[in-house]
């Protein structure tokens, strides 16, 4: 899971890229638009995910027995839910300004989900 998580979000990092640079939305078209932030999701999914690790392993409360299973689990489940974040404020701005009001929002957002994922709900 690791390995193929790190491909993946090297892929899509050169596939944003690539889309940045070479084309525009005009030229995309709608599914173009949606690809880019499907790919971005992907893309911040890996950062996530290597930073909950990062602050898993860091934190040092988890036995060292239990430390690769639980960790990968546990990083990967609030991963996915921190990747959001970025991702909605890319959708914000596209639409209008980015304000200290969806800021706001987002980071709410971002507290709630993680809080239900830290008591297993979603």
Same mark, same amino acid.
């Given at each position: @899971? ?5 491909? *993946?979000? /090297? $892929? ?5 890229? @690539? @889309? ?8 995309? %078209?709608?599914? =173009? ?15 996530? *995910?290597?930073?909950? #690790?990062?602050? $898993?392993?860091? +934190?040092?409360?988890?036995? +060292? !027995?239990? /430390?690769? =299973? ?6 990967? #489940?609030?991963?996915? *839910?921190? !990747?959001? &974040?970025? /991702? &909605?404020?890319?959708? &914000? =701005?596209?639409?209008? %300004? ?8 987002? =980071? ?10 830290? #008591?297993?709900?979603?």
């Amino acid at each position: @899971m690791n390995k193929l998580l790190l491909i *993946v979000s /090297v $892929f899509a990092f050169i596939v944003l890229l @690539m @889309m940045m640079f070479l084309t525009s939305p005009s030229k995309v %078209g709608p599914v =173009g638009v949606l690809v880019f932030f499907t790919i971005s999701y992907l893309f911040f999914l890996g950062l996530a *995910v290597l930073c909950c #690790r990062l602050f $898993f392993l860091l +934190r040092g409360k988890l036995n +060292r !027995a239990k /430390v690769t =299973g639980n960790i990968e689990k546990k990083s990967l #489940r609030y991963g996915m *839910v921190i !990747a959001i &974040a970025p /991702v &909605a404020l890319l959708i &914000a =701005g596209s639409l209008s %300004g980015i304000t200290i009001w969806e800021v706001l929002l987002v =980071g709410i957002l971002e507290i709630l989900l993680c809080f239900l994922t830290s #008591r297993n709900v979603i």
